[in-house]
């Protein structure tokens, strides 16, 4: 059975720091891309950014682009977003999601990409 855990989310202040976590269980985590999305109440679910399984190719949103750092660790099954200077419209629950490796990272941005979905931490950013 395959498992995506989120973790790391919370309450932080504007221009604080996160690093949210997905760890993968139960897939040969090495041959997915894995993608970052977020729904704020009210929106629909919006990428983020995704990294192809060799960590060697990122693709971010506009929203992210300088101020979150998607990475990942094949050893430990586990992808990240570090989240730097954080605004009160970053807050949303955010998903980690698995890819077949053959995506290409255009793609990446879809949905209907991913296989695999986490059930999401909730990030609050507020003062």
């Known amino acids: 059975q395959v498992q995506l855990v989120e973790s790391g989310g919370g309450l932080v202040q504007p221009g604080g720091s996160l690093r949210l976590s997905c760890a993968a269980s139960?897939?040969?985590?090495?041959?997915?891309?894995l993608g970052w999305f977020r729904q704020a109440p009210g929106n629909e679910r919006e990428f983020v950014a995704a990294?192809?399984?060799?960590?060697?190719?990122?693709n971010d949103a506009e929203s992210a682009k300088g101020r979150f750092t998607i990475s990942r660790d094949n050893a430990k099954s586990t992808v990240y977003l570090q989240m730097n200077s954080l605004k009160p419209e970053d807050t949303a629950v955010y998903y980690c999601?698995?890819?077949?490796?053959?995506?290409?990272?255009?793609?990446?941005?879809?949905?209907?990409?991913?296989?695999?979905w986490g059930q999401g931490t909730q990030v609050t950013v507020s003062s």
């Open positions: 139960g897939l040969a985590f090495s041959s997915y891309g």
């Open positions: 990294i192809k399984w060799s960590g060697g190719i990122t």
């Open positions: 999601a698995a890819a077949n490796a053959g995506v290409a990272i255009t793609t990446m941005r879809m949905e209907n990409v991913y296989q695999y």
